[in-house]
Each structure stands twice: as structure tokens, then as C-alpha cells.
């Protein structure tokens, strides 16, 4: 089969297109022949080599971690999914990831792909919007009600953590430069700062949850428009607990976990429309192609999620 490997760490004319073989699965797996995949900040920095240390892959490596795509074998033990079905996944971080046409994934990794929603759309999904889930409902404990700050919410993790937060009843701010004001409140941000003119210290307090997704200086600003009690998770930078103490806040990282059942819950939102998928720009599967989309992605000003389709 056809696969984008890398066969050393470095810049993104390290993407080259391989042959390799079919995965084999085990009892556990299904294969699945991908029909789409997207690219994700995790991508492109295990590509540079930033996170050898974690994730000590021996090469080559096949970068991706979201799949959207159809079953083409079941293992022994599989009893919820069948051959021909439609499913999408994040699947483990494996060095055999998906910008691959075929992927061995978990069967508690998979969930059903909502019939009204594209193969482009589903695969823009897995990943951010577990990050999104996760960080809201498991870390922060979102209720209705509640004011929330989200930033970067024209991005990948921040464009759904918006439509999940709306949907649960909180207030949401989000930061965005001006030219995505309208496409954040679109998704349902109650209010949308342009960080480039604007500092959101200066313009919010006394909320109740942060969702960080940028750490640094952002994070260290976002205490201070909490209130006491209040609850920050970030997915970009483990937060100083001597920082969250001062402000009488919990503070709290996040590392994803691949969750099939959560998968299925906003695979929900999206067949009923309470959720859109966004697709911000499609590349084929190439060498190209991922290439490309690696470039897009390290600009650090995709919209919505970048998606490659086979
Ligand atoms: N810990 C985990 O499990 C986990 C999981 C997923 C992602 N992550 C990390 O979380 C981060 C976000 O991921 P992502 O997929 O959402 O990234 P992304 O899609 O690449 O984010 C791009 C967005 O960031 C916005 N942005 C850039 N600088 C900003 C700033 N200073 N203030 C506000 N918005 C800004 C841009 O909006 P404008 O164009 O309007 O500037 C753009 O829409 C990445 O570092 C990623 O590696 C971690």
C-alpha cells in the first residue's frame, strides 16, 4: 500500500511517499481502508523531532492520527463493527499512523461515522474534538451556566470546544484575530477578543473555567481573569502549580486519551447538526499533498482543521 513516512526527523521534505505493507490486525482490530485523514500540531512537531523523547518511534514512521474510512476486516474478538462499515477513529500513537490507505485500529478506539457527515468531515474530528471534549467535560467539569474563555477558537481544538461549550449552556469568550470575529460567533462564542489589538485581561473576570490551548505568557495572563475556585486545563504547557496557588485556581494538563465511546457521543452531535465538522482546506493524498498540509498547519493560522483525502 501506498504511506507518507518519514525516515528521519527534520523538515517537511522529510514526508516521502513509501511502499509498504498492509498492517496485519490483531484479535482486537479491524483494518480500515481510509478514505480521509487530517494533520494535527502533533504531526508536524513529532516530525521535527520534538517529541523523540516521548514517543521514541523507530523509523520509518507514518505520522497521522485521525481516521475516516471504511472496515475491510474484522479480528476474532470484534463484536460491534462489521466489513463495510463507514467508521471514523483516533487511533493509538503508533508509529503506523494514517496517512496510510489502510490502518489496524482498536475496536475501542472506533466509532460508527454518522451517515450525513463526509468521509473529509468525520476524519476532522477525532482528535481535536476528544481534546475539546475531554479538556471541557472530564478536566473542567463545564456545567451550563458557567463563563468559559477558550483560546484560539478559530483553530482545530478551538473551533469545536466552542460548539460543545455553547451546547452545554456556558457563556463562551474566545480569541481569534479580527478577521475570524464573525466565523467564531458563528459557532456560537458569545463574545470574540482579537488578540492582536486586544488584551483579555483587561476585558474578562471572575470566569470560571480556561480552556489554554497556546500556554506561555496566555497562560500566566488567563489566572488572572478567573475567579477564586476557578478551574484552568491546557493542552499546550503543564501549567506552574506555585502560579495557579497564587490565584486560588486549579490548574490541570491534558494529554489526550483515544476514547471510542466519547467518539461516538460527538459523533451524535454531529449526525443531529448540533455540531459542524469544519473543514477549513482539503489536500490530496500525496507526498505533495501532506506536504503542504504540514506547511498550513505550522503557519499556527489554519481555521477549522486541515483535511487529506485518498
Ligand atoms: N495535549 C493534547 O492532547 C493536545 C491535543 C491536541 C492539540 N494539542 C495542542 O494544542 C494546540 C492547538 O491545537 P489545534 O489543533 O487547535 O491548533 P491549530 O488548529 O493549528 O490552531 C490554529 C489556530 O490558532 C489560532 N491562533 C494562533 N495564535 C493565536 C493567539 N495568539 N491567540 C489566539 N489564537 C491564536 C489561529 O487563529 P488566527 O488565525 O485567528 O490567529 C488559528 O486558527 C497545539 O499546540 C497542539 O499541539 C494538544
Known amino acids: 500500500m501506498k504511506a507518507v513516512v518519514i525516515n528521519q526527523y527534520g523538515g517537511k521534505d522529510r514526508l516521502q511517499e513509501a511502499e509498504v505493507p498492509i498492517p496485519s490486525i490483531q484479535d482486537h482490530q479491524v483494518l480500515v481502508q481510509m478514505k480521509a485523514t487530517s494533520v494535527n500540531p502533533i504531526d508536524w512537531k513529532l516530525r521535527e523531532g520534538y517529541l523523540k523523547d516521548m ?11 485521525d481516521a475516516a474510512g471504511i472496515i475491510t476486516e474484522t479480528g476474532k474478538s470484534v463484536k460491534n463493527f462489521k466489513v463495510g462499515d463507514a467508521v471514523f477513529a483516533r487511533p493509538d500513537t503508533t508509529r503506523n499512523g494514517t496517512y496510510a490507505e489502510f490502518v489496524a485500529i482498536d475496536e475501542d478506539k472506533l466509532a460508527l461515522k454518522p451517515p450525513n457527515v463526509s468521509f473529509e468531515e468525520a476524519a476532522s474530528v477525532p482528535l481535536a474534538g476528544l481534546t475539546a471534549w475531554q479538556g471541557l467535560y472530564d478536566v473542567l467539569g463545564l456545567k451550563a451556566g458557567e463563563k468559559i474563555l477558550i483560546h484560539a477558537g478559530a483553530g482545530g481544538v478551538g473551533s469545536l470546544a466552542i460548539q460543545f461549550a455553547h451546547h452545554t449552556g456556558a457563556y463562551v469568550a474566545t480569541t481569534a484575530s479580527a478577521e475570524n470575529g464573525a466565523f467564531v460567533k458563528n459557532l456560537g462564542a458569545d463574545m470574540a477578543i482579537d488578540y492582536r489589538t486586544e488584551h483579555f485581561e483587561e ?10 490551548t497556546l500556554g506561555g505568557r496566555i497562560q500566566s495572563g488567563s489566572y488572572q481573569i478567573l475567579k477564586k475556585g476557578g478551574r484552568l486545563v491546557s493542552i499546550a504547557e503543564a501549567p506552574k502549580q506555585e502560579e495557579a496557588e497564587k490565584y486560588g485556581v486549579k490548574a490541570d494538563f491534558l494529554w489526550l486519551q483515544p476514547n471510542g465511546k466519547q467518539l461516538a457521543e460527538i459523533g451524535e452531535l454531529l449526525q443531529s447538526g448540533t455540531v459542524k465538522a469544519i473543514v477549513g482546506q482539503t489536500f490530496p493524498f500525496s507526498q505533495q499533498g501532506v506536504r503542504e498540509a504540514h506547511a498550513l498547519s505550522e503557519s499556527h493560522h489554519a481555521r477549522g482543521k486541515i483535511v487529506i483525502t485518498f
Open 55 to 65: 514517543l521514541p518511534f523507530d523509523f520509518p514512521i507514518i505520522l497521522g492520527w
Open 203 to 212: 476585558i474578562l473576570k471572575d470566569f470560571d473555567a480556561v480552556y489554554d
